[in-house]
């Protein structure tokens, strides 16, 4: 009976172990996309634009543990991401674009100088009151948040943690299909979930339980998109990686096509 | 005094003419004269006296004075002046018998005195001398038989109208003068140059006695309120108040305004020095469309003498239509956002944009029907002519072609709309402008160069004259507003202008890292209004400024709506005054334009008038021999109340377009106004047309100084002055000066 526990525990602890050497293979060896490239300045880096991508710069729950914050924290594709979008916006619109991006933060009044952020894995955040209550008065001011990168359900609660502060009395809606965002340039009805390329090699789209892609927001009285909430998807990977052959252009083009109606959206409403 | 030394009254002289009846040739005076001076100063200086040569000339010119003057006497100098024929001329004695008459200055009212005046004895001197014809004056002019027929209850008085009317039906009569015994209220406001050149082409004086404290003691009086006729639903409007004080300089008071029983405004105000005019501004919100009859009051002070002249009222039309304007971007910008959502909740303009997000696409917001502006911009004028306003952001001006440019500018000069041109870096000099004809209707001289527009901070400063412009009242004391500006948050961006053009108003200027440059300019060009607004950051105004912060939204919705509310229809109808005082005459001016907005010259125009006591009428109006398409009409109402006025423009047969009129017919007010006597009125009156302004105690002077007219039938009369008292005193006087001064030099 002994030796027959034994040698299940071991075929267990073995088939563990393989998994986790498998998983450790692919995202140090065999994983295609590099992350680490060298960051060349753009030269036109000090530019003064009209509309810069402007990151938000948050503080992370348990940001003492190392594991949980691997998972995510506010830089994540940062700054390539950033910055090949922004090449995108500035090849496709006549919007002036600066090459690089602007991160902001919710300490520093500096935020209502750019209309418009983003937030890259607010599944991860944790706003201190003081935060939330600046994000409110940004938003109503006239602010833009896009939130994106954040998966499943503990993600989603962790988001909205500290979304029902800022906003405890506006609840968070499915933005309609017929919703300007969805059309004020790119008409973007047909919508398909855009996976991270810790999925590759793509044959699922979805991260933990985020199996389908919602598209969320929060109106202003006016019936205004002040936040807008990409869940269960990853519009930065999709960014980051638009050059690379490994990453499906389907998803890249319909990211870019998103981010590019969010910031005409803002820019407009 | 004057007729003792001069023998006969001033009038005389100020009307006569000089004549010398010695019947010798003046040449010989002359000689004479020259030669006696010559002969003297030779004697002066033959007889070599032992006095200085001042001396001598002192005495020489003492002398020869004495000598000129027995000379001109033996000439015999006279007077020659027109004056009235006894008893074959007519006098006429007009009494103002209007209710200010019945005003109370001190011993019984300015009635009774003219009354105690005429009956006492100044009727009975006149009529020695003259006819005399007795007339009242209120609304026009009455005959009556003696001054029991003086009631005072007239409430309106028109000295001008009277005497007008006096002149045309004289002028057949030997009239040889007009006596007006008033106060100088005059509900018309004054007496118009066309009268008095009337009178004056008949030359009969007229003149004057005057009633009335010129001052009185105690007294608040609102002088005038200015407000605009017209008005958007919802405008912020202001209102100036002038008014002065007798007797109450530094205290306080205070300036309402209401609309029935709600009151819009109100505001504390320190009295100015006494008889001082002093003018106060109150902002108010004009509310819904409808006519609003304003009732503008200041507090009643204590003791004051008159209690009827602290209030009066205004007509303000509010018009229920919605500007439409159309806002052109080149590229999104958040400045664009930003002044959509600060004029969103102004119910009065209809923002209609289009924004060129890419190359190929243009977004379309506010658009009434899928149709509009589904072309791109406007391609004709019709077209763009639909819009009261126009605003033209980073638009370079070669996406305009050189016919829209042209649109462009016709849509300020001859539809009369507004077009705002906002900086950015496809803006003004930097977009091309300076390169178009567009240029000549920018109220600031554009640079001929690029890279104008610099996304650099710059601090919004506003001028003096921006200090007194609705378009930037954020607080309604003109001072905390200026102060509240200091406090306004810095442009995101800049673009230099250039100076502004002669004829335009600066009311906002911006310091920036290279200097001083207009940040709002405005002119009006031909029929409408063009403005220049140098940057495209005024969104910080809003973002970096609590939610709850409305300047943002109040400072575009008073642009925008200074841009667009001046604009007209096709049809225009307008009147001077929509509030008659004492007075029915409307005069009615209607232009009526086609859509592309040139002059209609062969419309027919007609008004349907409708007002209180079932009057109705409708007129039909007439082209105006110089300006086409402009129609006028004068109607009467009637009686006092509200009246509207239908007008529609047809042109065979078919509708050009209608307009509305609504105005009201007061009595009765404007006779508590101007409550001391107006002297300088009645004054002026008599100086332009020869008579002469007499206080009240001076009247018994007047039957004969009133002889002396040129008007009616009337004689030479010549007036010795050899023998005046005054020639002999300068004799006397002459010789004892030179008899003193030898004396006193040792020479007698």
């Not at chain 2, 010559?38 to 200085?52: E, F, G, I």
């Not at chain 2, 007077?79 to 009235?84: F, G, K």
């Not at chain 2, 225009?572 to 040139?598: F, H, M, Q």
């Amino acid at each position: 009976m002994i030796r027959r526990r034994l040698a299940v525990s071991a075929l267990v602890i073995s088939f563990v172990a393989a998994a986790l050497a498998q998983r450790r293979s692919l995202s140090v060896n065999d994983y295609p996309f590099d992350d680490n490239a060298p960051l060349v300045t753009p030269p036109d880096a000090n530019e003064k634009t009209e509309w810069a991508f402007a990151r938000l710069q948050y503080p992370s729950l348990q940001s003492n543990n190392r594991a949980w914050m691997a998972r995510g924290h506010w830089t994540i594709d940062y700054p390539k991401a950033d910055r090949q979008f922004a090449s995108g916006v500035r090849r496709l619109t006549r919007l002036h674009v600066r090459s690089v991006e602007q991160v902001v933060n919710l300490e520093s009044d500096d935020i209502f100088n750019w209309p418009w952020i983003y937030a890259v894995e607010s599944g991860h955040w944790d706003l201190p009151d003081a935060q939330c209550a600046k994000l409110r008065e940004y938003l109503l001011r006239g602010g833009f948040l896009m939130t994106d990168d954040f998966h499943g359900t503990y993600e989603w609660d962790v988001m909205m943690a500290s979304m029902s502060r800022v906003f405890p009395d506006r609840p968070v809606v499915d933005i309609p299909n017929n919703d300007q965002i969805f059309h004020v340039l790119y008409d973007l009805d047909d919508r398909f979930q855009v996976p991270g390329t810790v999925n590759y090699p793509f044959n699922k789209t979805y991260e933990y339980d985020g199996y389908e892609a919602e598209w969320k927001g929060i109106y202003d009285n006016k019936g205004r998109l002040m936040v807008a909430i990409c869940h269960n998807m990853d519009l930065g990977d999709a960014w980051e990686h638009a050059d690379s052959p490994y990453y499906p252009e389907k998803f890249t083009g319909l990211a870019y096509r998103i981010g590019i109606n969010y910031i005409m959206y803002a820019m407009s409403h | 005094m004057f007729e003792f030394f001069f023998k006969y009254p001033s009038t005389v002289y100020s009307k006569g003419k000089l004549v010398l009846l010695s019947g010798w040739p003046e040449w010989l005076l002359i000689l004479l004269t020259v030669a006696a001076i010559a002969a003297l100063s030779l004697v002066m200086w033959r007889s070599k006296p032992v006095w200085n040569n001042l001396r001598s000339a002192i005495l020489t010119a003492l002398q020869a004075t004495v000598v000129c003057l027995l000379l001109l006497m033996l000439w015999q100098p006279a007077l020659s002046v027109s004056a009235l024929k006894p008893q074959q001329n007519i006098v006429a004695v007009v009494v103002d018998n209007s209710s200010s008459m019945k005003r109370n200055d001190s011993d019984g009212t300015r009635l009774d005195a003219a009354r105690k005046i005429l009956d006492s004895a100044l009727l009975k001197d006149l009529e020695k001398r003259f006819q005399v014809r007795l007339y009242s004056i209120d609304q026009g002019l009455h005959r009556i038989a003696n001054t029991d027929a003086l009631t005072g209850n007239a409430t309106v008085s028109k000295l001008g109208d009277g005497l007008k009317q006096l002149t045309a039906e004289s002028s057949g009569l030997p009239v040889g003068a007009v006596l007006l015994l008033s106060d100088g209220a005059d509900s018309a406001g004054g007496i118009d140059r066309q009268t008095i050149t009337d009178i004056r082409s008949q030359r009969i004086p007229v003149h004057t006695i005057g009633f009335g404290k010129e001052q009185l003691t105690k007294d608040l009086e609102i002088r005038n309120v200015d407000v605009p006729i017209r008005a958007l639903s919802d405008a912020r409007l202001s209102a100036a108040v002038r008014f002065r004080n007798r007797g109450y300089a530094g205290q306080k008071s205070r300036i309402e305004i209401k609309d029935g029983a709600k009151t819009l405004a109100a505001k504390d105000v320190t009295l100015a020095k006494d008889g001082e005019e002093q003018t106060e501004s109150l902002m108010f919100s004009a509310g819904l469309a409808g006519a609003r009859r304003l009732a503008v009051s200041l507090k009643l002070m204590d003791g004051e003498e008159n209690q009827s002249n602290n209030s009066m009222s205004r007509f303000v039309v509010v018009e229920g239509r919605k500007p439409r304007i159309l806002y052109i971007e080149g590229e999104p910008r958040w400045e664009f956002k930003f002044i959509r959502r600060g004029v969103e909740d102004d119910r009065s303009i209809q923002l209609v944009s289009m924004l060129r997000v890419t190359q190929n696409k243009i977004l379309r917001q506010g658009a009434s029907s899928p149709k509009e502006l589904e072309n791109g911009f406007p391609l004709t004028p019709e077209e763009l002519f639909q819009y009261d306003g126009l605003i033209i952001g980073s638009v370079d001006s070669g996406y305009f072609s050189l016919t829209q440019q042209e649109m462009i500018k016709q849509f300020a000069d001859r539809r009369g709309g507004g077009v705002l041109f906002l900086g950015g870096r496809a803006s003004l000099s930097d977009g091309g402008y300076d390169k178009t004809g567009l240029i000549d209707m920018l109220p600031v001289a554009l640079p001929s160069a690029k890279g104008t527009f610099e996304r650099e901070l710059a601090i919004p400063i506003v001028t003096p004259s921006g200090k007194e412009s609705m378009i930037l009242r954020l607080v309604e004391d003109p001072d905390k507003n200026l102060e509240r500006w200091k406090t306004m948050p810095k442009l995101a961006d800049y673009q230099a202008v250039g100076r502004a053009k002669p004829g335009a108003v600066v009311l906002a200027e911006m310091s920036t890292p290279k200097g001083v440059f207009p940040l709002l300019a405005i002119q009006n060009y031909g029929r409408g209004r063009v403005g220049v607004f140098a940057t495209s950051g005024s969104w910080r105004w809003q973002m970096t400024q609590p939610k709850e912060d409305m300047t943002h939204e109040m400072f575009w919705q008073q642009l925008l709506r200074w841009l667009s509310s001046a604009t007209q229809g096709q049809v225009i109808a307008s009147t001077p005054n929509p509030l008659l005082s004492d007075d029915g005459k409307l005069p009615i001016r209607v232009e009526v334009r086609e859509k592309n907005y040139l002059a209609v010259a062969d419309a027919d125009v007609t008004a349907r008038i409708l007002g209180p006591q079932s009057v109705a009428a409708q007129i039909k109006l007439a082209p105006d021999p110089v300006t086409p398409g402009v129609y006028t009409a004068q109607w009467n109402a009637p009686v006092a109340g509200d009246y509207v006025a239908e007008i529609e423009a047809t042109r065979n047969g078919q509708k050009v377009g209608a307009d509305s009129l609504l105005f009201r017919r007061e009595d009765g007010v404007t006779e508590n106004f101007y409550s001391e006597q107006n002297k300088e009125l009645l004054e002026k009156l008599s100086e332009e047309t020869g008579g002469r302004y007499w206080k009240p105690d001076m009247a018994g002077k007047i039957p004969t100084e009133i002889t002396f007219s040129e008007a009616g039938i009337t004689t030479r009369e010549t007036y010795d002055l050899w023998n005046m008292p005054i020639f002999f005193l300068m004799l006397l006087a002459l010789r004892a000066t030179e008899w003193l001064l030898r004396r006193k030099w040792g020479a007698v």
